[in-house]
């Protein structure tokens, strides 16, 4: 049911934003209508300016709901399409945390509008997440959290907690602080709400877990949502007490990290705004230089088989086998890579670890080779005879084995240079392989063949 | 100051199990003193055999935390390594969705052994949970939710959970339903709490986000992240309420299904638990399979090569540039096959888009393919005459057209056949591109070189 009612919104609203006209009286209702998980599908799909109309038309609790579940990149793209009144309205609603997101994705002379138009206790909180550098975790924290001091009875903090709720985050997951703003542990609403009045919030209180606001936001967010809280207080240098992460902006910073690594693995860069609503030529540029790059890595290729022409033409026979030899090679390297790459962004795998993997990778390579090599061996020689067999054979579990190795390792050596280990992964991996294996190939091939 | 505990720690249990002697006295103060984050990573990184001594050695309260925080398969591999009585304590712990997870692992008389061994409440629970199909949300979901009625008042409300919260997952968000068990709306502690007591619930009720029990679990997980909400109900074909899915749990179910999607498109299975930990021969298991079927589909390009020898043996320069353009064919491929293949997942495009997709797709790739060719026609020109440049340069162009298509449509159409997506993704598009590709070389330089 609300799949059709938003299949009519598509057809009434048209992508470029206007209203078919018998319809139009219809529409506020029909918005109003479908879950909002539903219309937040239909503006991701949608062009900036139809999506724009939409926001315009629900609700106003509705559509802050909506705007508040975009990407940052495709609120910016927003930005341009909505009047100014939404503009304002939809930045001072986002919290501070989510606004710093959205500014990061603006020109600035639109992001310092902005800012002079929220008021001012807006503009100070906001200010404080600015503070902290990109891809800190303070960036992605919220500063607006409830200040609840172990000395105070479960009484007190419950209405301190109620006058003060309104302005907050989270009043679930409370971080209990001493006089200094230290904190001092962590407890929760539920705690506090299922505990008498006059008992001590001291007695209530656990060991904190807890984030410096200078921390990498990613490895924070990686390490804090397996352990399933609902948020955790952030301090600064000197222990102090300055935020609070919650489990929603972990998930963000994870979900767009998954992001950038699942298209690194695939030779592009993230588009980080839904595929239909994504201009074509954004996703041109998204992949052209990664593609030009790779096809001047691939030059390579060509450079080591020029080398080998005499060889290639002594026994054309052997051109056969080169997709099949580098494509194994690619497949096999790309597997050790993702493997590795995913570990290492997991934090199952650390840098020093680089020699324990490249040994696994190594015996793995060479099980996985012998097992390659065999049937290569049988079916090449059933074909092409016993000397080519041999060729196939050994080439298949020498690639095997050095591709899952470099495969294995390049990802820590890319994170040791301090680049992402997604760039240095999968295509490079490809045309590594795709030339140290063509050189392992006719080496190989001049030996057994004897030209 | 963690860190270095860790590694303390590291040393002193061995990966066999056995303890250092001489530092045995300190072991249990040394676990108590790094933060829950480290103690799970130590834990993930350990051979089961220290793993276990780790539990054991821990606080009850600390060593619940660190199983609770693994993944199920893992746990499970935990469980031959753990003493009867730990692992009942710990299956007690989970909550009912955790346990059924961690059951779904283990072998038919364990899992059955470990149910009997249940409280009667706990055994009840658990039951509910099973009775959905695998993949199903009712399997990921708590069926421990609070009883909040529309006609309570905010006081009574407040009562009944403070009455009942000891046995609830969460207590945050509030499914409100009428005497039927029927869903009407939500509400939050929150809301509740900073209400006065003679308010009616049915003031502080919002239209509910909620889920059919029978609705696919990671469907489900995507569209409800990126609502930033903690919880939502979930209700059975009548709407009646029977459970609650947590972020948590929604995270994890997201979580897998990416370690799943990574994985395939790196061309193996998802090993699901941590790299290091992981038994070799499960390392080559999970990609051997892969391999052999992708080494079996080269065999086409083989088979392409073979036709076209007497081509290859009239000019044997037409070889040196196999690799080349079959990489940046695969290349193109994988770009569009990952963007899409991440749409589908986050259902930013649906299966009726294939035509609007391949339409977009061809574009792009005709955009790409007009730059390589370009540069490729110049480059091939100036080294190996004009006619290669010729055959070169119109087969980038070509190729990345039709690489980007079929790349694009491919997970769409696996998703119409019922595959997941990613399988047929990357690996096979690069075999399928390379030997399509492999045609449209030689029948261009048949034709532009006359042989």
């Known amino acids: 049911m609300g799949e059709s009612t938003i299949e009519v919104l598509e057809r009434i609203i048209r992508s470029d934003g206007e209203i078919e006209p018998a319809r ?3 529409l506020s209702e029909l918005l109003d209508e479908p879950p909002i998980k539903d219309v937040v599908a239909l503006v991701e799909r949608s062009t900036a300016t139809r999506a724009a109309v939409v926001l315009r038309l629900l609700s106003r609790r509705r559509s802050i709901a909506v705007f508040d579940a975009l990407d940052a990149v495709h609120q910016a793209d927003l930005i341009g399409a909505l009047g100014n009144a939404d503009v304002y309205g939809f930045f001072a609603e986002l919290d501070p945390d989510d606004r710093v997101s959205l500014l990061d994705e603006l020109p600035a002379e639109i992001a310092d509008r902005l800012l002079r138009a929220l008021e001012r206790t807006e503009r100070d909180v906001t200010g404080v997440v600015l503070g902290y550098p990109k891809g800190s975790i303070g960036r992605r924290m919220s500063p607006e959290v409830a200040l609840i001091y172990a000395d105070m009875t479960v009484g007190q903090a419950l209405a301190e907690l109620r006058r003060t709720a309104d302005g907050l985050e989270t009043i679930y997951t409370l971080p209990v602080i ?6 001092l542990g962590v407890t929760s609403l539920r705690d506090l709400f299922t505990a008498e009045a006059s008992v001590a919030v001291a007695e209530l209180m656990d060991k904190p877990t807890f984030a410096n606001a200078h921390d990498d ?19 600064d240098d000197s222990r102090r007490l300055v935020g609070i992460l919650t489990v929603d902006d972990a998930q963000d910073i994870v979900e767009s990290a998954d992001d950038e690594d699942t298209a690194r693995s695939g030779a592009h860069e993230p588009l980080q705004q839904p595929y239909l609503s ?7 540029r998204s992949r052209i230089v990664w593609l030009l790059v790779l096809a001047v890595s691939a030059l390579l290729t060509v450079q080591v088989l020029d080398t080998f022409e005499d060889t290639l033409a002594a026994a054309v026979v052997l051109s056969l086998f080169i997709p099949l030899l580098t494509g194994t090679g690619g497949n096999t390297g790309n597997q050790a890579a993702t493997t590795v790459t995913r570990a290492l962004a997991l934090g199952d795998v650390r840098k020093r670890d680089v020699a324990q993997v490249a040994w696994r990778e190594l015996r793995v390579g060479l099980t996985l080779g012998s097992l390659l090599g065999v049937l290569g061996f049988l079916g090449a020689w059933a074909v092409y005879g016993l000397p080519i067999g041999i060729v196939i054979g050994s080439t298949l579990l020498l690639v095997c084995a050095m591709s899952a190795t470099v495969g294995g390792m390049m990802p820590i050596v890319a994170k040791g240079l301090g680049a992402d280990p997604a760039v240095f992964s999968n295509p490079f991996i490809s045309t590594f392989c795709d030339a140290t294996g063509l050189i392992i190939y006719f080496l190989i091939a001049k030996s057994v063949l004897g030209i």
Not at 178 to 183: A, C
Not at 217 to 232: G, H, K, V, Y
């Open 278 to 284: 994504t201009p074509l030529l954004k996703v041109v």
């Open 24 to 26: 139009a009286a219809e």
């Open 217 to 235: 936001a990613e490895e924070t967010a990686r390490w804090f949502l397996p352990l399933d809280l609902l948020a955790m207080p952030v301090v």
């Open 178 to 183: 001493d006089r200094d703003r230290s904190l």
